[in-house]
């Protein structure tokens, strides 16, 4: 039995009824947006009007380090700033060093701060393009006045107009298949349908322990179903990182508060002997230096994965620079009485020799702080065609095959307990896989549980000119 034709109708006045209400959703879009970015101008102007004076405030207190805090707040913010004295000399950070905000900045402007007023400007090519929000004030650091101009880029007027007509369509559109699966013969799809529906809304909200019901014989619904399972198992355990990240580094950050908190009041009992002292005062350094390095691998992850982080690669023996890092961990592997076992041909590569040494800092770090004492690490090097292979492997605990597959993500931290005593943060593989995913090489690893671990990395010796412009 042949199937009814839709009334044309029907089809023409779904089609104006749709054409009717995308064009309401755009006028009302249209408007919405006008009125807050009209709002919003104000609010972002005094935002970054605060970020200055809280940049004076840092600044002031520790004028000697000056470029290294401007350089980490830019960082932080997502800004550009460029600090200008009296006598016109230009100090730019953040942002693309190809394009220089000091450069779009007018001399009336810097007088007009320099006199003590403010600048305030917002620029956008058209409604449809991000656009630029500028600030200038005047600041003052070790008494002497500066003037201070922050640029920071806006959403487009249109940022999500996108996404809600795309949710519009959908919406629609699932109500008007809905529409035609509505017979006795399709009450059953309708059912899946709907299920199906209300696990999506589950999700978009956050709600990823969802389960899709799955039937062989409902074609590409099944099919459909069973990606759907997929994706919320994979975006589940994203969740379950990322919160697990965040419990991690709040972890790492209160632990030595707690420690520097409870010593320096210490510090204030007067019947202290200086050996005791000292010995106070040794914890809440190691502790400090502990909250820094944190710091400093979070502010150089989020600085790789920006696609901004300076990339210089040069020719440079790679041979000598391993042999260097090794005795240089002498004191932490002679510590445990751990037998090196290094051989390294004479090699030399193209690549930025400071981000390469981050990565053979973690790896042999790693494998004293995993091998136990008596135990042996080996470091070999040898080229293989056009390429370096190194391989670092050590006699350690080793690392189960389920923590393989997760080992190098970024959220992802695997034997909690055994990292966490030993000072970890679960940050340095993530760094090691994005400096030689940047320089076009690929890092494995291979690991049985109490037989110990190996990590292999292969390199090109040359980095074409191509590369160079396309990671510079």
């Not at 000697?64 to 707040?73: C, I, R, S, V």
Request: net charge neutral; aromatic share 8%.
């Amino acid at each position: 039995m042949k199937q009814k034709k839709l009334p044309f109708k029907f089809v023409f006045g779904l089609t104006v009824f749709l054409t009717v209400s995308i064009t309401l959703w755009t006028v009302a879009s249209l408007l919405t947006a006008y009125y807050y970015d009209w709002r919003g101008k104000e609010a972002r102007w005094d935002e970054m009007l605060g970020n200055g004076k809280t940049i004076a405030a840092l600044t002031d207190n520790n004028p000697g380090n000056m470029d290294g805090l401007l350089k980490q707040l830019a960082l932080l913010k997502q800004e550009r700033l460029v600090l200008i004295d009296s006598s016109g000399r230009k100090l730019e950070f953040g942002g693309d060093p190809a394009v220089s905000f000091a450069s779009t900045i007018d001399q009336t402007e810097i007088d007009l701060v320099l006199l003590g007023r403010e600048v305030k400007k917002a620029e956008r090519t058209n409604v449809f393009q991000p656009g630029l929000a500028t600030t200038g004030q005047s600041i003052s650091i070790a008494g002497h006045p500066y003037a201070l101009f922050i640029q920071a880029d806006t959403e487009s007027l249109f940022h999500d107009y996108g996404k809600q007509l795309v949710t519009v369509f959908v919406n629609f559109l699932l109500l008007f298949l809905l529409a035609l699966l509505a017979s006795p013969k399709r009450k059953k799809q309708m059912l899946s349908l709907k299920r199906m529906i209300d696990a999506i809304r589950k999700m978009a909200k956050g709600d990823f322990n969802v389960t899709f019901e799955t039937h062989k014989d409902n074609g590409p619904w099944g099919e459909l179903a069973e990606n759907l399972n997929h994706m919320a198992v994979e975006l589940n355990q994203i969740e379950q990182m990322r919160q697990e990240f965040i419990s991690n580094v709040s972890h790492e950050i209160q632990s030595p508060l707690t420690s520097i908190t409870g010593f320096a009041r210490a510090l204030h009992n007067d019947r202290l002997s200086v050996d005791e002292r000292r010995h106070y005062l040794h914890i809440i350094e190691t502790e400090s230096t502990r909250l820094s390095k944190l710091s400093d691998n979070l502010l150089k992850l989020t600085s790789l994965e920006s696609q901004h982080h300076p990339f210089e690669p040069k020719p440079y023996r790679l041979d000598k620079q391993l042999r260097r890092l090794v005795l240089a961990c002498e004191p932490q592997w002679l510590d445990k009485n751990i037998e090196m076992d290094v051989s390294l041909d004479e090699l030399t590569i193209e690549a930025d020799e400071d981000m390469m040494s981050q990565v053979w800092v973690n790896l042999i770090n790693n494998s004293i702080k995993f091998t136990s004492e008596g135990g042996t690490i080996g470091i070999h090097l040898n080229q293989q065609d056009n390429g370096a292979i190194i391989r670092i492997s050590d006699t350690g605990i080793g690392i189960s095959p389920e923590d393989q597959e997760h080992i190098f993500e970024r959220f992802y931290k695997a034997d909690k307990s055994r990292q966490r005593s030993n000072g970890g943060s679960g940050l340095g593989l993530s760094i090691v896989h994005n400096i030689i995913e940047r320089h076009r090489g690929f890092i494995s690893v291979q690991s049985r549980i109490g037989e110990g671990t190996t990590f292999i990395i292969k390199l090109p010796l040359k980095v074409s000119k191509q590369e160079k412009n396309a990671l510079s």
